[in-house]
Nanobody, 130 residues
């Protein structure tokens, strides 16, 4: 069975850090492109990181310099390290892999990501308090 399981979400004060984990089973991260998205209430489904199958990475300006993605192939796990968190980083964060098209922002993450990617997680909530 193919699964993506996110973990590590929680509540943190502004300026703090969190590390999200996304562990895959049933497929290999290193053999697929992958991405992280987030969605806050009333906002679009925002791309916060993408990695192509060939290793090209992208961070939007909103997180560049604060978020870093790493991967442990032995654990088949991808990490999203989030530093200097801001109130506006509060959102549900989703891990996805195996894109059908090109990475871009979308509508309702919980529904839209299932149309765009072969594999998706259920999301983990990050709340940044001021």
């Amino acid at each position: 069975e193919v699964q993506l399981v996110e973990s590590g979400g929680g509540s943190v004060q502004a300026g703090g850090s969190l590390r999200l984990s996304c562990t895959a089973s049933g497929f290999t991260f290193s053999e697929n492109d992958m991405a992280w998205y987030r969605q806050a209430p009333g906002n679009e489904c925002e791309l916060v990181f993408s990695r192509s199958l060939y290793g090209a990475t992208y961070y939007p300006d909103s997180v560049k310099g604060r978020f870093t993605v790493s991967q442990d192939n032995a654990k088949n796990t991808v990490y999203l390290q989030m530093n200097n968190l801001k109130y506006e980083d509060t959102a549900e964060y989703y891990c996805v892999a195996a894109l059908f098209g090109t990475p871009k922002n979308g509508m309702n993450c919980a529904l839209w990501l299932r149309d765009e990617y072969s594999y998706w997680g259920q999301g983990t909530q990050v709340t940044v308090t001021s």
